[in-house]
C-alpha cells in the first residue's frame, strides 16, 4: 500500500504498482540499445565518455549548442539560478503551477520567487499576469509548461525584451514538445530538464540544461560540475566560488541515450493520443479537457489534465478523481497541491518575519505568497484533475476506455 509519504518522496513511482485496464508508464520502455550502452560503461571500467555522448546526442536532437548533463532538473535550474549570477533580493517571476524543484535553486541564492497567475483555464502563466509582476528588482523570469503545454513564449520573449530581462524555462514536462515549429529547450536563453524515471523521457535520475550561450554554458560547467573551482598549477583545485559538484553518473548517460534514439516516436505518439482522448473527453458535458493552443505543432503530455465544472455535478473534484480511481484510471487527483505560493510554507513565513532575503534590506518590498498571490490558478486548480500514468503505452482504444470511465462518472455524479 502506497502511503502519502512515500507519494511525498518518490512522486509518481509510488504509483508503480497499479494495474488494471489503462496502462501506466510502469515498467518504462526501454530503448533497445540501453543494455548495450550500460554494459560499455562496465566494460570500460567507468572510463568512458558517455556523459559526453549523451550530452552532444541531446544537443544535436534539440539544434542547441550545448548541453550539460546533470543530476536532474531540480539541479540544473539550481546551477542555472547561481549561473545568472543576480543579487540576493533580487526577484524572478515564476509560472505559480509546477514542482519544488522549479524554485529550489531561486531560494538557495537567496532571489526571491514572484509568483505571475496564470491565464484563465490553463496552468501556465502568460504575458499579461507576468507583466503585472515586473518591479525594478525583477531580473528573470523563469517559465514552467506544465503538462507538456508550451507558455506562448513569442509575447513573453518581447515583453523581457523590453524590460531587459532573462528569460529561461522549466521544460521538465516538454521534452520534444514544439511551439511554432521549434523545440522546447530552445526558446528562451536556457531551459532545465528531467530524466527522471517517470518524465516523459524516464531515464533514472538525470537531467540537463541546454543553451545556445557560450558564456552561459561555461559558467554552468564551472558552477555546476567543477565546483567553482579551476586547477592552479602545482597546487591543485582552487574555489573562485562555492560551486556544485553536480554531475550525471555514466550510468544515467548510457541510459538517455538509449532513450534518446526512441523518445521522439513515443513523443509523436503522445501527442496523437493526448489529442484523441481531449477530443473524446471533451464531448462530455461538464468535464473539459486542458486546452491545447493551435501554436502547439507537437504537445510532448507528461500527464492528462480536465476541469470539471462545479456547477454540473454533486461532487467535487477531490470525489470526483476518487470515483475516476475506482473506475480504473490509476493515480487520478486533484493537482491542487502544485500550487507553489501555496505548497511552499516557508515563502510565506519567511516573508511574514522578514527572513533573509525578506528583511529590508535587500527585499523592496512587502511579499504575499498562498493561494491569494494567484486566485486564477488556485480557481483553476480548485476544479482540475489529473493523470501521470498517461503514457506513450495508450492506444486508441485506451482512450476510448478511458474516455468513457470519465463519462460515466460524470453521469453518475450529475445534478
Ligand atoms: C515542472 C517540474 N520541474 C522540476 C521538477 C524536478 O525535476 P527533478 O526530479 O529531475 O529534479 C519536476 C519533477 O517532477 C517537474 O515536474
Not at 128 to 152: F, M, Q, W, Y
Not at 396 to 404: G, L, N, Q, S, V
Amino acid at each position: 500500500m502506497t502511503t502519502k509519504k512515500q507519494r511525498a518522496k518518490y512522486g509518481a513511482a509510488a504509483f508503480s504498482g497499479i494495474e488494471g485496464e489503462l496502462p501506466t508508464q510502469w515498467p518504462r520502455t526501454m530503448g533497445p540499445n540501453c543494455m548495450k550502452y550500460l554494459q560499455e560503461v562496465v566494460d570500460s571500467g567507468l572510463s568512458s565518455d558517455m556523459v559526453t555522448r549523451f550530452e552532444h546526442a541531446f544537443a544535436e536532437a534539440l539544434g542547441v549548442k550545448h548541453c550539460i548533463a546533470t543530476p536532474g532538473c531540480t539541479p540544473a535550474l539550481a546551477v542555472l539560478a547561481a549561473a545568472f549570477d543576480f543579487e540576493p533580493g533580487d526577484e524572478i517571476i515564476v509560472g505559480p503551477v509546477t514542482d519544488y524543484g522549479t524554485i529550489q535553486g531561486l531560494c538557495k541564492e537567496n532571489y526571491i520567487p514572484v509568483f505571475a497567475d496564470t491565464a484563465p483555464g490553463t496552468v501556465n502563466a502568460s504575458a499579461e499576469p507576468i507583466e503585472a509582476c515586473i518591479s525594478d528588482r525583477t531580473r528573470a523570469i523563469l517559465l514552467v509548461h506544465k503538462t507538456g503545454i508550451i507558455c506562448d513564449m513569442d509575447p513573453i520573449n518581447e515583453l523581457a525584451e523590453k524590460h531587459d530581462l532573462v528569460v529561461y524555462d522549466d521544460a521538465c514536462q516538454a521534452v520534444f514538445g514544439e511551439y511554432k515549429g521549434r523545440l522546447a529547450g530552445t526558446l528562451t536563453k536556457a531551459a532545465g530538464f528531467s530524466f527522471d524515471a517517470e518524465k516523459t523521457m524516464g531515464s533514472d535520475v538525470g537531467g540537463c540544461i541546454t543553451t545556445d550561450d557560450d558564456d552561459l554554458a561555461e559558467r554552468c560547467r564551472f558552477v555546476g560540475q567543477s565546483r567553482g573551482a579551476y586547477s592552479k598549477p602545482g597546487y591543485g583545485r582552487q574555489h573562485l566560488v562555492g560551486g556544485y559538484a553536480y554531475r550525471m553518473t555514466q550510468c544515467t548517460a548510457a541510459i538517455c541515450l538509449g532513450q534518446l534514439e526512441i523518445i521522439r516516436d513515443q513523443v509523436a505518439h503522445r501527442d496523437k493520443m493526448v489529442r484523441l482522448l481531449s477530443r473524446l473527453i471533451g464531448e462530455i458535458q461538464g468535464i473539459t479537457p486542458l486546452p491545447i493552443p493551435d501554436y502547439m505543432n507537437v504537445y510532448s503530455p507528461w500527464m492528462f489534465g480536465i476541469s470539471i465544472d462545479p456547477e454540473q455535478f454533486t461532487c467535487d473534484a477531490a470525489e470526483f478523481a476518487t470515483q475516476l480511481v475506482e473506475a480504473g484510471i490509476p493515480g487520478a487527483g486533484k493537482g491542487a497541491y502544485y500550487l507553489m505560493p501555496e505548497a511552499c510554507i516557508f515563502l510565506e513565513e519567511n516573508a511574514r518575519k522578514g527572513v533573509y532575503p525578506y528583511s529590508m534590506p535587500p527585499a523592496s518590498r512587502e511579499y504575499h505568497y498562498g493561494a491569494e498571490a494567484t486566485p486564477t490558478a488556485a480557481a483553476f486548480l480548485e476544479n482540475w484533475i489529473r493523470w501521470a500514468t498517461f503514457c506513450e503505452k495508450y492506444t486508441e482504444t485506451h482512450c476510448e476506455i478511458a474516455a468513457e470511465m470519465v463519462r460515466r462518472v460524470a453521469d453518475a455524479n450529475r445534478c
